[in-house]
């Protein structure tokens, strides 16, 4: 089962992701555990260009293309060879991220956009995503408040994020069998439960 975590700066992806794979772990579960951008040795390279934070003169296209060839990447390198070892693979991001960052918020063609992404994923997609959904503004602080280094996207203006987030409920309300939203300004613990809950229900199934 390939799982993945979406959602604005903030919400707390990271962390859930480790509590749902020590959760399947007790279960019995194989768990592969990955991010985007990254994942691969060469992924970490480009995540490093991709956020460094004197990359101000980066295009949205070129911005994408980097994405994309990271993704390409930790599809062949990571999660492909997981999926077919029977192992549950756990994303914190993946291609829906391009939609709701490159597409909403930069505003590029969001059909050219599903193409090249196609193109990167080889038309693999997600069986269950996680929208872990906070207040734009809320995550940021959430951010600020732990001390976190922020990276060249994270320092977008509000009105980015904000066009980001909108881009998030738009793919979820098309694909409402595959998005599951979560409201993540709650205590870790019970966004948490709710993760279980979701994930038991179809992996059950």
């Known amino acids: 089962m390939f799982i993945t975590f979406e959602g604005p700066e903030g919400g707390g992806k990271s962390t859930q ?5 020590e959760r399947l772990r007790r279960q019995g579960y194989g768990v592969v555990m990955t991010r985007e951008p990254g994942g691969t040795a060469i992924g970490d390279q480009i995540r ?6 004197a990359n101000t003169a ?3 296209t070129a911005e994408l293309l980097l994405y994309s060839a990271s993704r390409a990447q930790h599809v062949a390198e990571v999660i492909r060879p997981a999926l077919a070892a029977g ?7 993946f291609a829906d991220s391009s939609m709701a960052y490159q597409g909403y918020g930069r505003g590029l063609d969001r059909a050219m956009l599903a193409a090249l992404t196609a193109i990167a994923t ?7 995503t996680l929208l872990l959904d906070l207040d734009v503004e809320r995550g940021l602080a959430r951010r600020a408040e732990r001390g976190e280094e922020m990276n060249r996207l994270d320092l977008e203006a509000v009105g980015f994020h904000q066009r980001v987030r909108a881009g998030y409920h738009a ?3 098309a694909e409402p069998v595959r998005w599951i939203s979560l409201d ?3 205590p870790v613990a019970a966004v948490a439960a709710d993760v279980w809950r979701v994930v038991a229900e179809r992996l059950i199934a």
């Open 171 to 173: 793919l979820a309300a």
């Open 122 to 128: 080889g038309g693999l997609t997600p069986d269950l």
């Open 184 to 186: 993540a300004d709650r």
């Open 58 to 60: 980066m295009s949205p």
């Open 17 to 21: 992701i480790q509590m749902l794979a």
């Open 87 to 93: 192992q549950v693979v756990l994303c914190d991001r």
């Open 48 to 53: 490093d260009v991709l956020h460094d934070t």
